[in-house]
């Protein structure tokens, strides 16, 4: 079965911390995707990053950054710097390529940045 | 800037009435999907189209739910006769699955809400 654990319900930091959102998965395919999705207040899912499962190369745009470790079934999300407007819930997904492409989301991770 | 659409953006029914949200992927999508968002259950896959062809619905409540795609620039989400606990946020996504990009892009949602 496939699964995607958010383990951070809520994190609450002040603007210019760094924030890490973790996210670990489990599946038995060996070709699959990994997705970060972005929930703002209004409510619209906003795709921010797709790493193919054979791909572990890390990578950064702007403040944000991924790093992708199959070893430990982990794709991890940090925000540099955070700013207000990066408060929202955060949700990371998985599927598979012999599924067809549904996602499997996992919880969110709720961010709060506080000014 | 290419986007989903959805409509309507909120609906009000009451218990046992039909409900209709509609959905209109990206130009050139090949993909549809439709999930659903509650605070108990997350974002959960209701149904998926490729190429207007259903390749699965097992997410759906099938006695009431119904989900077509009438032509390749509509897809329908349809509940009768509505319960409360369908009261929920319903998005459709769209991507281009098959092709090796597998994101998928969201549209607003729909919020409905049963009495």
């Known amino acids: 079965a496939q699964k995607v654990t958010q383990a951070q319900t809520e994190i609450s930091v002040v603007e210019k911390e760094d924030v890490t959102l973790d996210c670990v998965y489990e599946?038995?395919?060996?070709?699959?995707?990994l997705f970060w999705y972005k929930q703002p207040p209004s409510g619209e899912l906003v795709f921010l990053i797709r790493?193919?499962?054979?791909?572990?190369q890390n990578e950064i745009s702007g403040r944000y950054s991924w790093n992708f470790q199959k070893s430990t079934s982990s794709f991890n999300f940090t925000i540099t710097a955070s700013q207000v407007v990066d408060s929202a819930v955060y949700f990371c997904?998985?599927?598979?390529?012999?599924?067809?492409?549904?996602?499997?989301f996992g919880q969110g991770t709720e961010l709060s940045v506080k000014p | 800037d290419a986007r989903v659409t959805q409509t309507p953006r909120h609906k009000v029914t009451e218990m046992g009435q039909e409900v209709t949200m509609r959905c209109q992927p990206i130009?050139?999508?090949?993909?549809v999907f439709w999930y659903r968002q509650t605070m108990m259950q997350g974002l959960e896959l209701l149904a998926y189209f490729r190429n207007r062809a259903p390749l699965d619905d097992s997410g759906m409540p099938k006695d009431r739910f119904s989900a077509e795609m009438p032509d390749a620039t509509l897809a329908t989400l349809k509940i009768q006769p509505s319960e409360p606990r369908d009261s929920a946020v319903y998005f459709c996504a769209s991507g281009l699955g098959g092709t090796g990009k597998p994101e998928q892009y969201f549209g607003p949602g729909t919020r409905l809400t049963v009495t």
């Open positions: 130009l050139g999508h090949n993909t």
């Open positions: 599946t038995r395919d060996t070709t699959y995707y």
């Open positions: 790493r193919n499962s054979f791909d572990e």
């Open positions: 997904a998985l599927s598979s390529y012999n599924q067809g492409g549904k996602l499997i």
